[in-house]
């Protein structure tokens, strides 16, 4: 599903990740452990995208995620970085339906049936419709993730990556 082969990048000339190769397969889940600084951050943008590899590849499906069009990628990858709710004014509910914005096909495209389905479903997923009128920063950061996980799972994307900052204890 997943293939990242011998991936390098960074910030200008200084490589932050060196030829970093793995695979994951439909299915598995993949956790990327490190002190602060040690490029976590760096590797997820790689991958997504966000930042251009300077040496590498990588693969969704064995397509190069640089084949993609933005639309179509989003369609098979979903992004959950590191989020802090501050930065969003939106209902639980419009949040959620950001996921579904791959899934439109111009500016004033309509509201599908399917879209309202899987905005219904992830909520349900993640057991947050008592929430869908509520605004995200009112919600605690819990409920605040499990908002973001219903985002990504709205965008019905084949892979999800998620950024994180959490301690595991010492």
Do not use: C
């Not at 040690?38 to 995620?65: D, F, N, Q, R, Y």
């Not at 709710?85 to 579904?100: D, Q």
């Not at 409920?143 to 010492?170: K, M, P």
Request: no cysteine; hydrophobic share 40%.
């Amino acid at each position: 599903m997943l293939k990242i082969n011998n991936l390098s990048g960074g910030y200008g000339d200084r490589n932050i990740v060196r030829n970093v190769s793995f695979s994951v397969a439909k299915g598995s889940m993949l956790g990327i452990l490190g002190p602060n600084g040690s490029g976590k951050s760096t590797l997820m943008k790689l991958i997504s995208g966000v930042l251009p590899a300077t040496a590498g590849t990588v693969e969704i499906g064995g397509k190069e995620i640089g084949a993609f069009q933005a639309k179509e990628l989003a369609r098979e990858m979903a992004v959950l970085p590191q989020l802090h709710a501050h930065a969003f004014a939106h209902t639980v509910r419009e949040t959620i339906s950001l996921g579904r914005y791959p899934h439109q096909s111009g500016w004033f495209s309509s509201w599908s049936a399917e879209d309202e389905s899987e905005v219904q479903e992830a909520m349900r997923l993640m057991n947050i419709g008592q929430y869908e009128k509520t605004q995200i920063d009112q919600l605690s950061g819990g409920e605040q993730q499990r908002v973001f996980v219903a985002q990504a799972l709205a965008q019905n994307a084949r892979s999800i990556i998620r950024r994180t900052n959490q301690s595991f204890g010492h």
